[in-house]
């Protein structure tokens, strides 16, 4: 009976044992694992900021402080342009700038494009009034990011709102929708950099 107990024992302490390496390894490789996914995503992130970088860098902004009809593209991804005009207002965001305005659609998709001329001291006033909206908002969801000099801002009040002040020029790309329309954005850049 001794040797049966003393067999369960020497089981439960190699059962121990086991246990004792078999958990911080697989400690490690959950955070390796994790890591990795980190890593990633991060990699991701920089790909995508470089993008960015470049696709301003190479835009061509208009010549003139009223843009004119021939700015705004007449296929920007998948989206196709239904109205533009002057009336470069936003009530919701304390804008009451002149500039100009396009909208387009997509099936239920609408997306209204502005651009402004716009200094440096202008744009940040201007990102100053979105924020000061942003922050007093209560209830419903509300985020924002600033990274330089875009802005985005989603909330259950102001709907999805991009900033984007390049060469002097303040583009904002608002939407209802709640898909991100980052890609949109990125479209919108290109098409109206390529040569006419």
């Known amino acids: 009976m001794q040797q049966k107990s ?10 121990g044992c086991a246990a004792f390496v078999a958990i911080p390894s697989l400690i490690v ?15 991701v992130q920089v790909e995508q900021e470089r ?29 196709e342009l239904i109205a533009h ?6 009530p919701a965001l304390n804008f009451d700038l002149e500039g100009n305005h396009a909208t387009y659609q997509s ?4 997306i209204d494009v502005y651009l ?3 200094t440096e001291l202008e744009k ?11 922050e007093n908002q209560t209830g419903g969801f509300n985020v924002k990011t600033q ?9 259950t009040h102001l709907k999805q709102n991009y900033l984007w002040w390049i060469k002097g020029w303040l583009l904002c790309v608002r939407t209802h929708d709640v898909e991100d329309r980052t890609p949109f954005i990125m479209h919108f850049l290109q098409a109206t950099s390529e040569a006419p």
């Open 85 to 90: 005009d002057t009336d470069a207002q936003i």
């Open 124 to 134: 940040e006033a201007l990102f100053g009034r979105v924020d000061h909206l942003h």
């Open 107 to 110: 099936g239920d998709s609408q």
């Open 147 to 155: 990274i330089g000099d875009r802005l985005y801002v989603s909330s």
């Open 51 to 79: 993008q960015r970088f470049e696709m301003a860098a190479n835009w061509q902004p208009p010549n003139e402080s009223i843009v004119g009809d021939d700015f705004f593209p007449r296929i920007v991804g998948q989206y």
């Open 29 to 43: 490789l959950a955070t390796l694992w994790v890591g990795l996914d980190v890593f990633q995503w991060g990699m």
């Open 6 to 15: 003393s067999s369960v024992g020497c089981w439960i302490a190699g059962c």
């Open 116 to 118: 402004y001329a716009a």
